[in-house]
DNA sequence: ATGAAAGCGCTAACAT
DNA sequence: ATGTTAGCGCTTTCAT
C-alpha cells in the first residue's frame, strides 16, 4: 500500500515551501510572481509521482466540496434515471460529483436526507421536492446554499425551478381526446398536492370545461409498491364501464394502468382511448401504441445543472431568481384515434 | 446564515475539554470512565443546540469517509437503475452514503472516475467493470480497498463478486425454445468480452449444440445511442428471413429488437418467437408479452452490500474471498409459445 | 476521570 | 518571489 504523498512531501522534495507548491498548484503563480522556471518543475515533478491533492483537506479548509446533492423521487423510475443521468454528466464536465437519493416523496426521509448533505457539506442541492419540505428548503436558502428545484415547485420557496407547462400540457392533450370524439374521459393521477401534479388536473379540467364534458378523476395514494396502484385502478376501470378514454398523470400511473388495461382484457382504443403523461419505451411498444406527453428531459437537465452552476459561481446574493417552464410534446399514436378504433 | 457550532463550542459552554466531549460522542465514555452524569448533560446539550459533528474534519482525521463509492454501466438502464436503488437504500440504513456514476462501459472514464473516488476517500468500491480496468482495480485492492463487483466479474483480478447463474440462464432458456419446437434461434447480443456476455453466449450455443442445431449470432457494438443498436438489428432481421426464434441477450438490445420487430411488422410469435434477458414492463406489456429472464435484483443488491458491509467492518485481510452466483428465473409468456402461434 | 496538545493535509494572511 | 505560520474541526496519545 503505498503511502499518498502530501504537498509537504513534495515541498522537501523540491527544497521549497509548501506555500509555493500550493499557490502553483492553484493556479496562483502568475499573481504571485512566482518564476516560470520554478513552476514547470514543480508541475513536472508533481506529475511524475502522480501527487494528488486530498480533496477532502482542501474542503475543511475552503468550505467546498465540489459535491452537489440529487434528490429525486425515485432514481428506479424512468423519468427521473435519465435525468439523473444527464445531470451526473455536466455536473462531471464541470468538475462537480453527485451525490444522490431517493425521497419517495417522503418528507420526514427527505429531511434526514438534507441534513446528511449538509453535514456532508455539498456545495449545491438539486431536488424534485416533495410536499412539507417547505421550511427545511427555506432554511437551506436562508444559509446560502444554492437550491434549484426542478419537476416541481413550492409555492412557499422562492428559489430557481426548471418545470414543464403542465397545465398546457394535459390540457392539449385531453383536447386532443375531445377532438377525437371521445366523451367520457377519465383521469387517473396520485393524490397529491404538488404543483405539476395538481397543475396536469387543473389542465384536464379546464380541457373537459370548455367542452361541457363531466370530469372523472381518480386519485391514487403514491407507493412505490404496484399492488397498491394496480388495485385501485382496476377497480376503478371495472366500475366505470362508461368510459371511453383514459388519461395517465405519471408514467409509472400509465405503466400499472396498462397493465390493467391488459388484465382486463381492454381493447385499446376501440373499448378505450389511453393517453399517459411521459413518453417511455412502454408506451411506444405496447399495440397500440400510446400517444404520450413527452417531457424534454434533455433541455431540463441542461437547465437544471447551468441554474446551479451560474449560483455556484455567482458570489452575490443578487441574482435574479429563475422559473423556468419548458414545453413538452404530444406524440400521438394508436391508442387515441378514432379512426383506429373504426378500422377493428 | 447561522454559524455552525464546532466541538469547541460544546466543550467551552460546558466548562469541560473537547477530548471529554469527542469521548462521550463516540460512545466511548464507559471506557474511559467518564462519569454517567457528565455524559447525560453533554448529550442533553447536543441534543439541545443541535450540534452535528463536522464529518470532513472526522474523515481527514480518522480517514473514513462513510462513502461508497457505486460505478454502474448506465443508470437510466432500469436494470442498474434499481439495482442502485436498493443498495442506496441499504447502504444508508447502514450509515454509508453512495456516490455513483455511469460508465458507459467506457474504460478511460471509468480509470478517471475510480481516481475521482479514491481522492474522494470513499471508504468500498461497488463496481460493474468494464474491460480493460483490471490494472486499475487490482491496484485498488492491493492498497487495501475493499471492492465488490457484481453483474460480471474480471477473471484476472481477485475479489468478491455477484454474479448470476449466466451460462445456465441462457441455455435453459434456449431450451425451452428447443422443446417448443424452434430450430432456427438466433441469438443478438452486444459484443463484449465481459464474462457475463461470453456465459451468456456460451449457455445458448450449448444448448442448440446438444440438439444439433445451427447457432446464429449477432453481435453488435456496445453503444448507448439507440439508432447504432436498431441499425444492425434491422438489418439482421431482413437478412436473416429464415429465423424462427431470437434471443436477446439484455434488456436494452431486447428493447431496441422489438422496436424493430414493430417497425418490420413482424408477427410474435408466429413469424419469430422472442426471449430477453432481463424482465422488465416493457416485456411484461408487449403483445404478446415476452417471455424473460428475471435476475434476482433484490437479491443481487442485498448480496453486494452485506459482502461490502462486511469487509468495511473486519478489518482483517484474512477474509476469504466470496464468489456468489445467483440463480435466475425464467418466465415464460406468450412470445415463445408454440400453442400461441398455432392459435393464430 | 479528565485535559493538553499534536497532527490529519491544506490554504492564505502575513512576513521577509 | 518565496517562506512562516495559524488555523479548518476532529481524534487520540500521553499526562495528570
Given at each position: 500500500?503505498?503511502?499518498k504523498l502530501?504537498i ?15 499557490f502553483i498548484?492553484?493556479g496562483?503563480?502568475?499573481e ?5 522556471e ?19 483537506a482542501k ?17 428506479s423510475?424512468?423519468f427521473f ?9 455536466r ?13 419517495d ?6 429531511q434526514?436526507l438534507i441534513?446528511m ?7 449545491g442541492?438539486?431536488?424534485?421536492p416533495?410536499?412539507g419540505?417547505?421550511e427545511?428548503?427555506t432554511?437551506?436558502?436562508?444559509d446560502?446554499?444554492?437550491?434549484v428545484l426542478?419537476?416541481?415547485?413550492l409555492?412557499?420557496?422562492?428559489t430557481d425551478?426548471i418545470e414543464?407547462?403542465?397545465l398546457?400540457?394535459t ?5 386532443h ?10 383521469f387517473?393521477?396520485f ?6 401534479m ?8 379546464k380541457a ?6 363531466k370530469?372523472v ?25 362508461d368510459l371511453?378514454?383514459?388519461f395517465?398523470?405519471t408514467n409509472?400511473?400509465g405503466?400499472?394502468?396498462l397493465?390493467v388495461?391488459?388484465s382486463l382484457?381492454?381493447?385499446v ?14 408506451f411506444k411498444l405496447?399495440?397500440?401504441p400510446?400517444t ?15 441554474v446551479?452552476?451560474n449560483k ?17 410534446e404530444?406524440?400521438?399514436?394508436g ?8 378500422q377493428?
Amino acid at each position: 500500500m503505498k503511502k499518498k504523498l502530501s504537498i509537504v512531501d513534495i515541498a522537501n522534495s523540491l527544497n521549497i515551501s509548501k506555500t509555493t507548491v500550493s499557490f502553483i498548484l492553484n493556479g496562483r503563480a502568475q499573481e504571485k510572481r512566482i518564476s516560470e522556471e520554478l513552476v514547470q518543475r514543480v508541475l513536472k515533478f508533481v506529475d511524475e509521482v502522480g501527487y494528488k491533492a486530498n480533496s477532502l483537506a482542501k474542503s475543511l479548509r475552503t468550505g467546498k466540496s465540489n459535491i452537489i446533492g440529487l434528490m429525486v423521487e425515485d432514481i428506479s423510475n424512468p423519468f427521473f434515471a435519465s435525468i439523473a443521468r444527464l445531470i451526473e454528466d455536466r455536473a462531471y464536465k464541470n468538475g462537480y460529483k453527485i451525490i444522490y437519493c431517493s425521497t419517495d416523496n417522503d418528507t420526514k426521509k427527505t429531511q434526514e436526507l438534507i441534513e446528511m448533505f449538509r453535514d456532508r457539506h455539498v456545495d449545491g442541492y438539486i431536488m424534485a421536492p416533495p410536499e412539507g419540505i417547505e421550511e427545511d428548503i427555506t432554511s437551506l436558502i436562508k444559509d446560502g446554499m444554492p437550491v434549484v428545484l426542478f419537476d416541481r415547485h413550492l409555492p412557499k420557496v422562492n428559489t430557481d425551478y426548471i418545470e414543464i407547462d403542465n397545465l398546457f400540457s394535459t390540457y392539449n392533450a385531453t383536447r386532443h381526446l375531445v377532438e377525437q370524439g371521445y366523451k367520457n374521459i377519465a383521469f387517473v393521477t396520485f393524490s397529491s398536492q404538488q404543483s405539476q401534479m395538481k397543475a396536469r388536473l387543473e389542465g384536464y379540467k379546464k380541457a373537459l370545461k370548455e367542452n361541457s364534458l363531466k370530469p372523472v378523476v381518480k386519485e391514487i395514494l403514491f407507493n412505490q409498491n404496484e399492488e397498491f396502484i394496480i388495485g385501485p385502478i382496476t377497480s376503478f376501470l371495472k366500475k366505470h364501464k362508461d368510459l371511453d378514454a383514459v388519461f395517465f398523470g405519471t408514467n409509472h400511473v400509465g405503466t400499472c394502468g396498462l397493465k390493467v388495461i391488459n388484465s382486463l382484457s381492454i381493447k385499446v382504443p376501440s373499448d378505450l382511448a389511453v393517453i399517459s403523461f411521459d413518453d417511455y419505451d412502454v408506451f411506444k411498444l405496447f399495440s397500440p401504441p400510446v400517444t404520450a406527453i413527452a417531457q424534454p428531459v434533455e433541455e431540463i437537465a441542461d437547465n437544471v445543472i447551468t441554474v446551479l452552476l451560474n449560483k455556484l459561481n455567482s458570489p452575490l446574493q443578487h441574482q435574479k431568481l429563475q422559473s423556468i417552464i419548458l414545453k413538452t410534446e404530444l406524440t400521438i399514436r394508436g391508442s387515441s384515434r378514432m379512426q383506429a378504433a373504426a378500422q377493428l
